[in-house]
Protein backbone atom coordinates (compact mmCIF):
# COMPACT_ATOMS: atom_id res chain seq x y z
CA UNK A 1 0.00 0.00 0.00
CA UNK A 2 2.69 2.43 0.83
CA UNK A 3 3.98 1.86 -2.67
CA UNK A 4 0.52 2.84 -4.06
CA UNK A 5 0.55 5.72 -2.00
CA UNK A 6 4.03 7.03 -2.71
CA UNK A 7 2.80 6.44 -6.86
CA UNK A 8 -0.07 9.00 -6.25
CA UNK A 9 1.85 11.53 -4.51
CA UNK A 10 4.21 11.62 -7.59
CA UNK A 11 1.86 11.76 -9.74
CA UNK A 12 0.12 14.87 -7.70
CA UNK A 13 3.35 16.52 -7.61
CA UNK A 14 3.27 16.81 -11.42
CA UNK A 15 0.10 17.76 -11.39
CA UNK A 16 1.30 20.58 -8.66
CA UNK A 17 4.35 21.29 -11.09
CA UNK A 18 2.01 21.61 -14.07
CA UNK A 19 -0.73 24.44 -11.89
CA UNK A 20 2.91 26.33 -10.72
CA UNK A 21 3.48 26.63 -14.17
CA UNK A 22 -0.28 27.54 -15.28
CA UNK A 23 -0.29 30.12 -12.30
CA UNK A 24 2.11 32.09 -14.48
CA UNK A 25 4.66 33.50 -11.48
CA UNK A 26 1.02 34.24 -9.34
CA UNK A 27 -0.60 36.07 -11.78
CA UNK A 28 -3.50 33.13 -12.07
CA UNK A 29 -5.11 32.46 -8.76
CA UNK A 30 -7.10 29.38 -9.89
CA UNK A 31 -4.08 27.80 -10.81
CA UNK A 32 -2.13 29.02 -8.01
CA UNK A 33 -5.01 27.40 -5.64
CA UNK A 34 -4.67 24.24 -7.86
CA UNK A 35 -0.72 24.53 -7.42
CA UNK A 36 -0.82 24.81 -3.67
CA UNK A 37 -3.94 22.23 -3.17
CA UNK A 38 -1.69 19.82 -5.05
CA UNK A 39 1.64 20.14 -3.53
CA UNK A 40 -0.62 19.81 0.11
CA UNK A 41 -2.27 16.34 -1.32
CA UNK A 42 0.93 15.09 -2.37
CA UNK A 43 3.30 15.59 1.10
CA UNK A 44 -0.06 14.33 2.84
CA UNK A 45 0.18 11.12 0.74
CA UNK A 46 4.31 11.08 1.09
CA UNK A 47 3.67 11.50 4.97
CA UNK A 48 1.93 8.42 4.97
CA UNK A 49 4.13 6.41 2.76
CA UNK A 50 7.15 7.29 4.64
CA UNK A 51 5.34 5.77 7.67
CA UNK A 52 6.43 2.35 6.17
CA UNK A 53 9.23 2.98 3.47
CA UNK A 54 12.81 4.65 4.20
CA UNK A 55 12.60 8.57 4.22
CA UNK A 56 15.55 8.37 1.78
CA UNK A 57 14.16 5.77 -0.41
CA UNK A 58 10.56 7.77 -0.52
CA UNK A 59 11.64 11.25 -1.30
CA UNK A 60 13.72 10.24 -3.65
CA UNK A 61 11.19 8.25 -5.90
CA UNK A 62 8.86 10.92 -5.22
CA UNK A 63 10.77 13.33 -6.50
CA UNK A 64 11.22 11.15 -9.53
CA UNK A 65 8.23 10.24 -10.21
CA UNK A 66 7.96 14.06 -10.53
CA UNK A 67 11.11 15.09 -12.50
CA UNK A 68 10.32 12.59 -14.79
CA UNK A 69 6.62 13.62 -15.64
CA UNK A 70 6.68 17.21 -15.71
CA UNK A 71 10.03 16.16 -17.98
CA UNK A 72 7.68 14.20 -20.49
CA UNK A 73 4.79 16.56 -20.58
CA UNK A 74 7.16 19.51 -21.08
CA UNK A 75 8.48 17.27 -24.24
CA UNK A 76 5.34 16.73 -25.36
CA UNK A 77 3.13 20.05 -24.39
CA UNK A 78 5.60 22.95 -24.12
CA UNK A 79 7.75 21.57 -26.75
CA UNK A 80 10.74 21.49 -24.87
CA UNK A 81 14.23 19.95 -25.44
CA UNK A 82 14.06 16.00 -26.40
CA UNK A 83 17.76 16.04 -26.74
CA UNK A 84 19.18 12.43 -26.66
CA UNK A 85 21.53 13.80 -23.76
CA UNK A 86 18.39 15.08 -21.73
CA UNK A 87 16.68 11.78 -22.36
CA UNK A 88 19.36 9.55 -21.25
CA UNK A 89 19.49 11.66 -17.61
CA UNK A 90 15.86 11.33 -17.22
CA UNK A 91 16.48 7.48 -18.14
CA UNK A 92 19.26 7.31 -15.48
CA UNK A 93 16.47 9.13 -12.58
CA UNK A 94 13.91 6.20 -14.16
CA UNK A 95 17.29 3.22 -13.76
CA UNK A 96 17.62 4.64 -9.88
CA UNK A 97 13.68 4.36 -9.34
CA UNK A 98 13.47 0.74 -10.45
CA UNK A 99 16.72 0.19 -8.80
CA UNK A 100 15.15 1.96 -5.42
CA UNK A 101 12.08 -0.39 -5.83
CA UNK A 102 14.11 -3.59 -6.39
CA UNK A 103 16.44 -3.08 -3.39
CA UNK A 104 13.68 -2.62 -0.81
Known amino acids: MAWLLLLAAGL ?3 VM ?3 LKAAAGWERPGAVALGLGAALV ?3 LLTAAMKTLPVGTAYAIWTGI ?3 G ?6 VFFQESAAPLRLMCIALIFLGIAGLKLQS
Open 70 to 75: VTLIGI
Open 42 to 44: SIV
Open 66 to 68: GAI
Open 12 to 14: VEI
Open 17 to 19: ALA
